[in-house]
């Protein structure tokens, strides 16, 4: 791409968008996922930056256009862990929800500027009007969500932070996330939550996700994080949890299992699955088309 003489002069390039693409010399890293094409005209960076692309958005990126160049990873496709962590619920569930959009519940905006509050005494009113305007469409009754996090935590020290919404990724294992918060003093991590918290420990899923959010932050950054905070908002919880080999084993098992999901194949559906209250199951429930040779050799 070359550079054009205004910020209306440009060189189209037309992005795959199931492509990981990577620009190696200003270290710029595009992840583009559930999209079928998208036109990127050119973009102006400063050190390292991160863009998520958005289906049906259109984006005309001013300034200096750079050299776009696919990053051939060994799994393929990159893959946000929020996914990953779907496949690893249920994977015949991620198969039906794949295409639908992924947008953050009022909960969790709620729980997520709860945490980030650096005030020890927050301002209710203040933090509300912080989650309307993240948010315009929460709802008025949320408020009382609202309040009962700041009841639950206002004995309960959160951890406190000096990054916050970290952008990581796995060239090597192509996936990546966004890290709630990062302590560089005790160099440990946290993640947001806002499901209530088990009676013990942390639930599994958390524990995956921690891992890979570990795996993503040692290659990206060259950060040994030995484990994190899970903080479970609405409880007033916050547990530490250091991934064992079970929880990495989990990881590249619901790796696996979503990359085979992203290519279309449907998985077969596991022996806990969480069927209550799924909204897909009618799709789930169907059964497979039954051949000739399977009625005549049944036993």
Partial sequence: MGRGDTDHCFTPCLVNSRNLVKEHERKLILFISDLDHITVYGLQVRGNSHLNLIRGHTYILY??????TELNNKT????????LIQAYRCPRRFYFSRHDPIQASGRYIICKQVSLCRDNTPDEDKLWDEICLIDPGVRPDMREYLSMCLESTSHTPLMAYTDCEIQVNSDRYGIYGLVDKYDSSENVIAIIRNSSAPEFGCWSD??????????CLKESAGLDIA?????????????????????????????????????????????????????????????????????????
Avoid: W
């Fill in 63 to 68: 300034g200096i256009c750079i050299k776009l």
């Fill in 76 to 83: 393929g496709d990159a893959i946000p862990i929020s996914s």
């Fill in 206 to 215: 958390d524990r995956v996700r921690l891992a890979a959010y570990i795996l």
């Fill in 227 to 299: 484990g994190g905070y899970i903080e479970y908002i609405p409880d007033g919880i916050v547990r530490y949890c250091e991934p064992q080999p079970r929880d990495r084993r989990r990881l590249l098992q619901a790796l696996r299992m979503a990359q085979k999901v992203m290519k279309g194949d449907l998985p077969e559906k596991p022996l806990h699955a969480p069927c209550k209250n799924c909204m897909y199951t009618n799709q789930c429930n169907v059964d497979k088309p039954r051949t000739l040779s399977s009625i005549l050799f049944k036993k």
